[in-house]
């Protein structure tokens, strides 16, 4: 998934790369044991209480939720948005690998 994500940035596709990278953070959380039916911030609390993620990376990781935040009709983030929300998702990604 994340090299669609990558090819998305490259070619300026914002709405599917931001989508991607949820979507991506949601799978990994669930196969963490977090129940997908959750909303965003309540995962977060669960990663947390799982000890999966730290106070710290729950605060950062809330930036993920930019996607929930926008709903469908979104124009897209902004590309200093979506550097920092592909950052926090490869951390995730390569401390849960």
Same mark, same amino acid.
Request: aromatic share 6%; no cysteine; charged share 25%.
């Given at each position: 998934m994340t090299g669609?994500?990558?090819t998305a940035l490259d070619h300026d596709?914002?709405?599917?790369? *931001?989508?991607?990278?949820?979507t991506?953070?949601?799978?990994a959380s669930e196969l963490l044991g977090i129940d997908p039916g959750?909303? =965003? *911030?309540?995962?977060l609390d669960d990663l947390v209480l799982a000890g999966q993620i730290g106070t710290t990376e729950r605060n950062t990781s809330? =930036?993920?939720s930019t996607p929930e935040r926008r709903g469908?009709?979104?124009m897209g983030a902004e590309q200093t948005e979506l550097d920092?929300?592909?950052a926090i998702l490869e951390h995730f990604l390569t401390e849960h690998s």
């Amino acid at each position: 998934m994340t090299g669609s994500i990558y090819t998305a940035l490259d070619h300026d596709l914002t709405v599917l790369a *931001a989508t991607g990278m949820r979507t991506t953070f949601d799978r990994a959380s669930e196969l963490l044991g977090i129940d997908p039916g959750k909303p =965003f *911030a309540k995962k977060l609390d669960d990663l947390v209480l799982a000890g999966q993620i730290g106070t710290t990376e729950r605060n950062t990781s809330q =930036f993920l939720s930019t996607p929930e935040r926008r709903g469908a009709s979104s124009m897209g983030a902004e590309q200093t948005e979506l550097d920092t929300m592909m950052a926090i998702l490869e951390h995730f990604l390569t401390e849960h690998s």
